[in-house]
């Protein structure tokens, strides 16, 4: 588990490092949701849209949008392919992605079309998600995107 500054990434997840999502890979499929700092930084969610199942995606793609306390816009799939699961849960529970954010708090579930190549520019790994965090963490403080 990385930690830093309160904020704690699982180790055995991948990160997208532009907009903050984890992917978890599954028996071949991907569990997408946004990690604590994406969460921490934009506030508590208030709602949340997501692509029905059976609706393909482009990495870094919207396959939804997000409403939040400090901020408003797309959710993008680290990986590419067709939604195989949306979470009705955080759309009736917005709330659940603050909450829970490695848990019930994932967004869908992407059979992916091309993994290997896709998960190459993602953060994976202890020590390059305990360095890509603190970094991240130091220069969302200084930006003013972290509460202190």
Known sequence: MARSDGIELPGDLYYARRDHFWARIENGKVRVG????????????????????????????????????????????????????????????????????????????????????DLTDLVYGEDEVQAWLEQEVADYRQKGLLKE
Do not use: C
């Open 34 to 117: 946004l990690d604590m700092l994406g969460q921490e930084s934009a506030g508590p969610a208030k709602h949340i849209q997501l692509k029905p199942a059976g609706a393909v995606v482009a990495k870094n793609r919207m396959f939804g949008t997000i409403e939040a306390g400090k901020y408003v816009g797309g959710l993008r799939a680290p990986v590419a392919g067709t939604l195989v699961e949306v979470n009705e849960k955080v759309v009736q529970t917005p709330s659940l992605v603050n909450s829970d954010p490695y848990g019930e708090g994932w967004f869908v579930v992407i059979d992916p079309t091309s993994l290997e190549a």
